[in-house]
């Protein structure tokens, strides 16, 4: 099967018959697949974003006239979405900072005033009341001390293989199981 091309007359007719009637009866008025249309008329909207035109009145008419609230959502949408977020590692003394503030302020005084979604400090809180009644057996403590924890597992990892030269990787690691640090097989390795 062949690719098919179009030229730019083509394109700019089909991209305007679909402003005025929609790309899936456009596409098939012109017979291009409604979805190249569509992705036209995106690629024209990101190449001239002050130039958008406002929806027509039959594409309104699908869903109801657009209130102010959400055509300004949408706007910050699009504006969050083209950042990208990276996600950030707390401290455990930085945790534990956050818990003290959100048990004297609330979480959302405490959230506002670190810089840290209370998404996070719920979930800290509920994880720090699992850990005090004994339920919960996870390797990260929410507020643990702040050494290097890497450094402090590999230490233990080459004290073993020390002690016993002639365990394999596999071994190690499950000799750390035995004293309750699960490590992966890489790390030994």
């Known amino acids: 099967m062949s690719k098919r091309v179009y030229t730019p007359s083509q394109r700019e007719q089909a991209r305007v018959r679909a402003e005025e009637i929609g790309p899936a009866a456009a596409g098939r008025e012109l017979g291009i697949p409604p979805g190249t249309i569509a992705y036209w008329q995106n690629q024209t909207r990101q190449s001239a974003p002050s130039e958008r035109k406002p929806l027509t009145r039959s ?14 959502s949408s706007a910050v949408a699009r504006q969050l979405g083209s950042e990208k977020r990276i996600a950030r590692y707390y401290s455990p003394s930085e945790r ?10 609330g979480v959302t005084a405490a959230a506002n005033q670190l810089s840290i979604s209370r998404f996070s400090i719920y979930d800290w809180r509920r994880r720090t009341r699992l850990q005090a009644s004994g339920k919960h057996a996870g390797n990260v403590s929410v507020a643990a001390r702040d050494e290097d924890q890497a450094g402090l597992r590999d230490r233990r990892i ?3 293989w020390r002690a016993h030269p002639g365990l394999g990787p596999s071994q190690v690691r ?3 199981r035995r004293q309750g640090l699960k490590v ?4 030994v390795r």
Do not use: C, I, P
């Open 184 to 187: 992966s097989l890489h790390t």
């Open 174 to 176: 499950n000799q750390m």
């Open 96 to 105: 534990a900072r956050a818990l003290e503030l959100a048990a004297k302020e």
């Open 59 to 72: 594409r309104r008419s699908t869903r109801g006239s657009l209130s102010s609230a959400e055509s300004a």
């Open 158 to 160: 080459l004290t073993e």
